[in-house]
């Protein structure tokens, strides 16, 4: 080969070399993210966006419907009501986390009066009663209570809670101004914080009289404690049973 084809031959390879590193970048092939629970796609099996199949989230699709068994207001004082919904989660295995409610109170002539919001946990296979106390209404007496969710439930897998707390025996002492003392016991062997307790007083054909809810800031480790729930005013009918329920959800 003469010295002009060399010469020639070698920048042809140059150009070729120089051609592949521009080009590269362009050519190389693009590698798709690995799916995942919130890249707003259907894949992996999910039976919706991003819900369901290796997704801790449940699809709206799936758990049997949230059910409002009774929503009841109780008088508290003169100007002053309570009120409670007594809500089901018939599911199993599926939770509800920071579901946001509105609770209504109406006078005689279906007027509201008042409302409060918030949000509540709900466990699998659980009866959740949710509380409002101190609700102002000034001069106007509750005729009725309406509770309802705001928004979409967000769906959670879960297993059925296991107790971390012992509800011991009761003892009621009901006067014009009654009271229920009832032991609580920390099962576990972690320090439990912020414990919400709620008394639903029951007449003898399980109509809620009255109820009650207080807060057990720390229980040690296999500590129990006396828990009272007072009413100011005399239980209207005859006691029937008594339920407590210690708000704690995994």
Same mark, same amino acid.
């Given at each position: ?113 008042? *409302?409060?919001? &918030?949000? !509540?946990? @709900?466990? /699998?296979?659980? +009866? ?108 209207? *009918?005859?006691? &029937?049973? !008594?339920? @407590?329920? /210690?708000?704690? +959800?995994?």
């Amino acid at each position: 080969m003469t010295w002009a084809g060399k010469r020639q031959l070698f920048i042809l390879g140059a150009i070729a070399i120089v051609s592949l590193i521009i080009l590269f970048p362009i050519a190389k092939p693009v590698i798709a993210p690995a799916p995942t629970c919130s890249d707003g796609n259907q894949n992996q099996g999910e039976l919706g966006v991003d819900c369901s199949g290796p997704c801790e989230r449940i699809c709206l699709s799936e758990p049997l419907p949230i059910k409002v068994l009774w929503v009841r207001p109780f008088k508290v004082a003169e100007g002053v009501y309570s009120a409670v919904a007594y809500i089901s989660n018939p599911n199993p295995s599926f939770m509800v986390k920071q579901a946001p409610y509105i609770l209504k109170l109406y006078n005689e002539r279906n007027i509201l009066i008042s *409302e409060r919001g &918030g949000y !509540v946990d @709900i466990p /699998p296979k659980d +009866i959740i009663p949710v509380f409002e106390g101190g609700i102002q209404t000034g001069n106007e007496n509750v005729k009725q209570a309406f509770f309802d969710f705001t928004e979409d439930l967000k769906w959670f897998r879960g297993a059925e809670v296991s107790k971390k707390v012992s509800v011991g025996f009761f003892v009621l002492e009901n006067t014009n101004t009654p009271r229920v003392l009832v032991p609580i016991k920390n099962e576990t062997l972690d320090v439990l914080r912020n414990i919400p307790i709620v008394a639903v007083v029951f007449d003898e054909k399980d109509n809620a009289l009255a109820a009650s809810e207080t807060l057990i800031e720390r229980l040690e480790k296999g500590q129990a404690a006396e828990v009272i729930f007072t009413w100011s005013l005399p239980f209207a *009918e005859k006691v &029937g049973p !008594v339920r @407590i329920y /210690p708000r704690i +959800i995994d």
